[in-house]
């Protein structure tokens, strides 16, 4: 198939397949409201906290690559709304720096901008939601309109702005829905209170809890992975996997940003959503059907399986100087003129879960992510059994399967073979399918791309559901009470290193080798 180029400056699928894309949002889609998704009524996407950074270096830019594809219902239309004092043209400029627009593309990138409105007010406002309802009313032409109203704001002002919304701002003759982005509270009681709240307002399937890396590319294809595969699916299980390790890492520190990141820390930041997200669709059992809600079903059951974690679960970290002279911009946390003197915020965390059910009984899941480490990697690690009756003297090493999530998406194994030559011997080699080689040429869409563009025809199958957020705060809020109740210090590792020397010897403990004899030539090094 031909590829072309598109409007990022990437080679992207062909006109045939951006067309066949369009072919399938224009089909009577079945959506989760009970009506049918119809390509030619208007929407109206409305976007709070229109002047923050969610908004100008992701949402606006995401639509504009929708709108520029024609992926979006014709027409629709968008609205920004905040509190500060601007306009559509202040709006524009300040989004266009993170937006990639080709030269041909410079007309439609005009008439993208000429379909958006701008309403300034208060969260708390009832004047100013009246205004921005008759905004909306304008813009739509009075017509029948389906409205979607992303809640890029703190999480502080949830409650009073989705009671306006609720109030004044609903479409009453088209569907409405709401993409709320997290913290999705801050331990167990307090979300399920934004749950309540939310419940008492919308229907379920009015809500989009978005969770970025649920549209990562390798993210959605592990039900592929799992459930196509006969060769793989076969041995999912306790009597050949010895431990999944999920990881996230990044290079770089809090770097100015340590007043929000210390309110949450890395657990409630990376690790109770976006890791255990992974962990529930590496886990659960096979859905009934691709169906939203059986596939979410089946990760809201093995996430019932997981006891609440526990101090012995756990190995915390915090960074700090990094050892080597030449880099004395790489400070510790402490260090950081934005994170509060003396904080015990961890930056650094490794979590041991165990799934208490027949596929997976003893069977250690690893989660662990962390800051100011030595690359970035996100990725799963399963690691397989030693080989029964070995007669290779202990040279042959596990089986694993890596799926890297990002950067440089790609599944590989890692096997033993013949060395080359006229010796036998073994050696460690991989089966390897890395994007940017087997599909070489392709555009790989951003996740929030996938995501918003599931909001509009109606899909939650990549989205968190209510149930799902129950079970992953019970998980982690006793270890979260216990670390702050207790003031627990965290153990200091390197900015730049591998994290605590504890996190390896945990690993150890779990039933993880490393052998470190090995490199995958995209960069594996654990």
Known sequence: MEKIKDGNGFASSSQETLEHIRRSLKAPTMICEGTHFDWQIPHTFVVFGASGDLA???IYPTLWCLYRDNLLPQPTKFCGYSRSNLNTTIVRAACTKYMKIEPRDQERFEEFWKLHEYVSGHYDGHKDFELLQQTLINLENKAIANRIFYLALPPSVYKTVTRYIKGICLSIRGWNRIILEKPFGHDFDSSQLLSDHLDSLFKEEQIYRIDHYLGKEMVQNLMTIRFANKILGSTWNRENIASVVITFKEPFGTEGRGG????FGIIRDVMQNHLLQILSLVAMEKPVTCHPDDIRNEKVKVLKCIPA???????LGQYVDCLESECDQHKGYLKDPTVPTGSLTP???????KINNERWQDVPFVLRCGKALNERKAEIRIQYQDVSGDIFEGNSKRNELVIRVQPGEALYIKMMTKSVGIAFDIEETELDLTYEHRYKGSYLPDAYERLILDVFIGSQMHFVRNDELREAWRIFTPILHEIER??????????????PVEADLKLLENNFKYYGS???HGGDNM
């Open 486 to 499: 207790e003031c627990v210090i965290p153990i200091p590792y390197p900015y730049g290193s591998r994290g």
């Open 347 to 353: 930056t650094y965390a490794l979590a041991i879960l």
């Open 56 to 58: 100008k270096k992701k």
């Open 518 to 520: 090995y490199k995958w």
């Open 260 to 263: 929000y990141f210390d309110q």
């Open 309 to 315: 974690l526990t101090r012995d679960d756990m190995v």
